[in-house]
C-alpha cells in the first residue's frame, strides 16, 4: 500500500486543527428545513455563524442549489440517517483500532453537551432525541455537569447530553494511523502532488509530480483537492469549500472538561489534554484557507462572553481550514466509472467523526477488486 502525500506530513490541511469532537450521536447535516431563512438573518450580523460572500463562479452557485435542494425535510432525514449509520460504525472502527494499539491522539470519552440558547431550537431538538444514549437537561443540570458554562447558564434554555460521544486531536490521530501503516513492509510513503489521468481499458493513470506511478487501485481521499484531481477523468464532484476557524490555547481549570457545542452559535469546545480547542464558522465563498483576522476576533470575541475563566484567548493560537463539504452533508465513498478509482471524499463538518465509517467501506469495497 502506498500512500501518496503532497505535504511534508499529514494531516496537515483541513485535519489539521479541527473541532476534535468524535461526534457520533449529532451528525445532522448543515443543510436543514429553515436554514436558508437563518442564513438570510446571519448573512446580515457580523460574527454570525455562516457567512457568504457571493462569487461569479458558477461552481459556487451549483453547489447553493444542491444546498437548497438539501434542505428539503426528506432529502435532510434521509441524509441524517445514513450519517448516523456510518458514525455508528465509525465508532466501533475506531474502538477496535484502539484496542490494537492505536494511541498518543488525545483521546477520551467525556461525553458531549448540546447547549441550547434559544427555547424554541432546544423544543425542536427534544422532540429528535433518543433517549437510549441522549440526555435532556435544564439549564441548571447543564451548569451542573459542566461548572465552565455556569457564567452562562442563565442564557441557557437548556442542553442534550450523549455520553458516549468522545473527542480527539485529528492532526496526532492522522500521525499516528500513519506511524502504525508504516510499521508494516508492505507500506510505504510518496510525498508529491499526485494527478489523475485517463488510460486505457478505463483505467486511469496516477502520476506524482508528472511521474507515472503504478497502482493497482486507487483511492482518491484528497479532501477539497480532490475535485481538481478528478475532473480530468471527467468526474465533477459536488465538494465545496465551507472555510472554518479554530482556537487552541493551554486548558485551565476553568476549561470545560466535556465537549461542548454552543448550538445556537455553533461553536464547539474540546479539551485535548492540556489544550482546549474551540471551532465554529462556516464561511460560504472564502478563496483559500488564510486567517481572516475578522473572524479570529469575532470567535475570541464569543469565547471570551461565554467562558470568561477559560482564557485568555487573546493569545490563543489561530487556525483556518477548509471543510471539503458535498450539498447534502453525505461522503461520497463509492467506486467510479474507471476501472482502478475509488472515492472517498466530501466528509464536510463531520470528516474525523466519519472518518474510520468511511475508511470500513472502502476496505470492503478494495475487498471485491
Ligand atoms: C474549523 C473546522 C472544524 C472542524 N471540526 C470538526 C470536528 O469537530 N469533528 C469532525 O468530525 N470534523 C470536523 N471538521 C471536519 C474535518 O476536519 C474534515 O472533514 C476532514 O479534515 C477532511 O479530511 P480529508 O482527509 O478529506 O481532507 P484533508 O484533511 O484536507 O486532507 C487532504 C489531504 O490530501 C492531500 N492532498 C491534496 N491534494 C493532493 C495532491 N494533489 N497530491 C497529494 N496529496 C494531496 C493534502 O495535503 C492533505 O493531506 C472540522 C473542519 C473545520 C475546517
Given at each position: 500500500m502506498t500512500l501518496v502525500e503532497r505535504q511534508a506530513g499529514v494531516g496537515r490541511a483541513a485535519s489539521f486543527a479541527n473541532g476534535g469532537q468524535l461526534s457520533y450521536r449529532y451528525v445532522a447535516p448543515l443543510a436543514a428545513p429553515g436554514v436558508p431563512r437563518q442564513a438570510i438573518a446571519w448573512a446580515l450580523r457580523p460574527g454570525a455563524p455562516i457567512s457568504l460572500r457571493p462569487r461569479l463562479d458558477p461552481h459556487q452557485w451549483r453547489w447553493m442549489a444542491g444546498f437548497l435542494r438539501a434542505c428539503r425535510k426528506t432529502t435532510h432525514d434521509r441524509g441524517a440517517r445514513i450519517l448516523l449509520g456510518i458514525a455508528l460504525d465509525s465508532q466501533r472502527e475506531l474502538t477496535t483500532w484502539r484496542k490494537e494499539g492505536l494511541d498518543e491522539f488525545a483521546w477520551r470519552q467525556p461525553g458531549k453537551l448540546i447547549a441550547y440558547r434559544n427555547g424554541a431550537g432546544f423544543r425542536k431538538a427534544l422532540a429528535a432525541i433518543d433517549p437510549d444514549h441522549q440526555r435532556p437537561l435544564d439549564a441548571a443540570e447543564c451548569a451542573a455537569l459542566e461548572p465552565a458554562l455556569t457564567p452562562v447558564a442563565g442564557q441557557l434554555a437548556g442542553g442534550i447530553f450523549a455520553p458516549g460521544d468522545e473527542v480527539a486531536d485529528c492532526h496526532a490521530f492522522c500521525t499516528a494511523l500513519l506511524d502504525r501503516m508504516a510499521s508494516s513492509p508492505r507500506f510505504r510513503t510518496l510525498h508529491g502532488t499526485a494527478t489523475l489521468a485517463p488510460g486505457a481499458s478505463r483505467r486511469a493513470v496516477l502520476r506524482l509530480d508528472g511521474r507515472p506511478v503504478d497502482a493497482a487501485q486507487i483511492v482518491l481521499a484528497a479532501g477539497l483537492d480532490s475535485r481538481s484531481i478528478a475532473a480530468p477523468l471527467g468526474l465533477r464532484l459536488p465538494l465545496y469549500g465551507l472555510k472554518g476557524y479554530s482556537l487552541t490555547l493551554p486548558a485551565n481549570a476553568a476549561a470545560p472538561r466535556i465537549s461542548v457545542t454552543d448550538y445556537d452559535r455553533r461553536i464547539v469546545y474540546a479539551r485535548l489534554d492540556d489544550r482546549l480547542r474551540l471551532a465554529a464558522m462556516v464561511d460560504i465563498g472564502?478563496?483559500?484557507?488564510a486567517l481572516d483576522s475578522k473572524r479570529i476576533a469575532q470567535l475570541r470575541a464569543h469565547a471570551k462572553a461565554t467562558l470568561p475563566e477559560a482564557g485568555p484567548f487573546e493569545t490563543a493560537e489561530p487556525w483556518a481550514g477548509m471543510r471539503p463539504a458535498t450539498p447534502d452533508g453525505v461522503p461520497i465513498v463509492c467506486p467510479t466509472s474507471w476501472n482502478n478509482v475509488i472515492l472517498n471524499v466530501g466528509h464536510g463538518a463531520l470528516g474525523f467523526t466519519l472518518a474510520p465509517g468511511t475508511a470500513a467501506i472502502v476496505r470492503s469495497l478494495l475487498q471485491r477488486f
Open positions: 472564502a478563496r483559500d484557507d
